[in-house]
């Protein structure tokens, strides 16, 4: 990611990276021959990954994106099991256990989609 963000800036960046994080997860699958790809989705990404979609009126993703497995037509199927999960409460279970855990940020973000569409509604 340095080395496209060294040949194009930060503009279009998002979109490397976009394709990067899809393809990660499933090449990693793929070396490790897995029957399915387990993700941490969780109720919050969903809800914004519809908010998204119905504002940017993508509606043909809408199923895609609520059901629990997906892909299942492809190579590898993905799931969604903490889809009926708050991040709140994901955040707070290991914060209980006294788990140390990291968040990282994007040091190449910009501005994040979510958060711009965010402040149009809330404000």
Same mark, same amino acid.
Request: aromatic share 12%; hydrophobic share 45%.
């Given at each position: 990611?340095?080395?496209?963000?060294?040949?194009?800036?930060?503009?279009?960046? =998002?979109?490397?990276?976009?394709?990067?994080?899809?393809?990660?997860?499933?090449? !990693?699958?793929?070396?490790?021959?897995?029957?399915?790809?387990?993700? !941490?989705?969780?109720? $919050? $990404?969903?809800?914004?990954?519809? &908010?998204?979609?119905?504002?940017?009126? $993508?509606?043909?993703?809408?199923?895609? =994106?609520?059901?629990?497995?997906? !892909?299942?037509?492809?190579?590898?199927?993905? =799931?969604?099991?903490?889809?009926?999960?708050?991040?709140?409460?994901?955040?707070?279970?290991? /914060?209980?256990?006294? /788990?140390? /855990?990291?968040?990282?940020?994007?040091?190449?973000?910009?501005?994040?989609? !979510? &958060?711009?569409?965010?402040?149009?509604?809330? /404000?």
């Amino acid at each position: 990611m340095d080395e496209i963000v060294k040949l194009i800036g930060l503009k279009n960046n =998002c979109t490397f990276c976009g394709v990067f994080r899809r393809q990660a997860p499933d090449r !990693g699958a793929a070396l490790l021959k897995v029957d399915k790809l387990v993700t !941490g989705h969780n109720a $919050d $990404d969903i809800a914004e990954t519809v &908010l998204l979609n119905i504002l940017r009126g $993508d509606i043909a993703r809408l199923s895609r =994106c609520t059901s629990i497995t997906t !892909g299942e037509d492809g190579p590898i199927p993905r =799931c969604k099991p903490f889809k009926y999960t708050y991040e709140k409460e994901i955040v707070i279970y290991p /914060f209980f256990l006294y /788990f140390i /855990f990291l968040t990282a940020v994007d040091r190449f973000l910009v501005i994040e989609h !979510g &958060l711009y569409w965010g402040k149009i509604i809330l /404000f």
